[in-house]
């Protein structure tokens, strides 16, 4: 089953969606669901449902025994206690029905409830229900409006103030940061990690965003750059740290230069480790940086559209969402919002 199919399916059981994230209720529960695969013999789609409590060992059983036959049950577990993450693997249309009724009334018949505080603002008292946190579930619907509202302003602050000069700093300044832990891990234990590795573009991304780099496809650049220049800096003081442990002398750079090329060919692949475990970091960053400021403006959009009234007793309807606090950050402009998802066509 393609993205389109299996789209056509969840439309037709009164979901909201933008890509592959799709939001509902059914049967008087929210949740959010995601495309992760489809192919010629099955789809793999992942289910997540909030509860205000811990998501009992009880629950997990009796979902296994649920679809048990009709489908291939991938993963299932309470990752943040409270949040219920199903992976589950269907062969069809009519499969991906009856699995997803399955599930859900599993979840009905748990005799768990709803979260009962705002996970925006931890206050009580929801009246609506959003994609929010760790899911779609119960919040306040000004909280929701309002952080859209400020994500949104944030990303037009960064389009027409953001500096390239600024974020080139950050950037400097948070791949240094990322190499640290790597130079301790080397020096101490005399381990080279892949993941301690991948921190340096991590870091100097995260340093681009804090001094408020503009999130163009230079930024990319930039944090690139930047990461493959700090490797060698790196492995010089891995090696003159090294040498201060062992022989309480500190390596110059031209030291380092003459012990480089005394070390020949193992020299050159300790550096090519670090530059291919980098590489991995790099990879991970280059998606969210690529996306930029546009997947930022469409997240905080989507999550406004996915806004519907709690009513009393946990029912929803696709009433008009509230209008935000007028004291607060402004209005979303749902002109420039996406036009994927529109409120008021849930159920």
Same mark, same amino acid.
């Given at each position: 089953m393609d993205l389109a199919r299996f789209t056509g399916v969840m439309e037709a059981r009164g979901c909201t969606h933008q890509d592959k994230t799709f939001c509902g209720t059914y049967q008087g529960w929210p949740f959010s669901a995601g495309y992760a695969r489809g192919g010629a013999r099955n789809t793999v789609f992942t289910l997540r449902v909030v509860f205000g409590q811990r998501a009992t060992a009880e629950l997990f059983r009796q979902m296994r025994g649920a679809v048990k036959g009709l489908a291939g049950l991938t993963r299932l577990s309470g990752n943040n206690a409270n949040v219920l993450l199903v992976s589950v693997s269907v062969k069809d249309d009519a499969s991906l029905e009856r699995v997803f009724d399955t599930l859900v009334q599993a979840v009905a018949r748990s005799g768990l409830s709803l979260p009962q505080n705002c996970p925006i603002c931890k206050a009580p008292g929801c009246d609506s229900v959003a994609l929010a946190d760790s899911g779609y579930q119960p919040v306040h619907a000004a909280c929701v409006l309002n952080k859209s509202a400020a994500q949104q302003q944030k990303v037009r602050k960064n389009e027409a103030g953001g500096s390239y000069g600024l974020g080139f700093l950050g950037a400097v300044l948070g791949g240094i940061v990322g190499c640290v832990p790597t130079i301790l891990s080397v020096v101490l234990a005399g381990v080279i990690s892949a993941?301690?590795?991948?921190?340096?573009?991590?870091?100097?991304? =995260? #340093?681009?965003? $804090?001094?408020?780099?503009?999130?163009?496809?230079?930024?990319?650049?930039?944090?690139?750059?930047?990461?493959?220049?700090?490797?060698?800096?790196?492995?010089?003081?891995?090696?003159?740290?090294? $040498?201060?442990? *062992?022989? *309480?002398?500190?390596?110059?750079? =031209?030291?380092?230069?003459? $012990?480089?090329?005394?070390? =020949?060919?193992? =020299?050159?692949?300790?550096?090519?480790?670090?530059? $291919?475990?980098? #590489?991995?970091?790099?990879?991970?960053?280059? #998606?969210?940086?690529?996306?930029?400021?546009?997947?930022?403006?469409? *997240? @905080? @959009?989507?999550?406004?559209?996915?806004?519907?009234?709690?009513?009393?007793? #946990?029912?929803?309807?696709?009433?008009?969402?509230?209008?935000?606090?007028?004291?607060?950050?402004?209005?979303?402009?749902?002109?420039? @919002?996406? @036009?994927?998802?529109?409120?008021?066509?849930? *159920?």
């Open positions: 993941w301690l590795c991948a921190l340096i573009p991590l870091g100097a991304y =995260g #340093g681009y965003r $804090l001094l408020r780099g503009k999130l163009t496809r230079v930024a990319a650049v930039i944090v690139i750059v930047i990461s493959v220049v700090l490797v060698p800096i790196m492995h010089y003081f891995t090696v003159a740290f090294t $040498l201060l442990k *062992e022989i *309480e002398v500190f390596a110059t750079p =031209g030291d380092y230069i003459q $012990l480089f090329q005394l070390a =020949g060919t193992d =020299g050159w692949m300790e550096l090519g480790q670090f530059l $291919l475990f980098t #590489g991995i970091g790099v990879v991970l960053v280059l #998606g969210i940086i690529l996306r930029g400021n546009q997947h930022i403006w469409n *997240e @905080a @959009a989507f999550a406004a559209a996915t806004l519907r009234p709690l009513q009393a007793g #946990g029912a929803y309807s696709p009433l008009p969402q509230p209008a935000p606090a007028q004291d607060t950050a402004p209005a979303i402009n749902m002109q420039d @919002a996406p @036009a994927a998802a529109v409120p008021g066509e849930l *159920e």
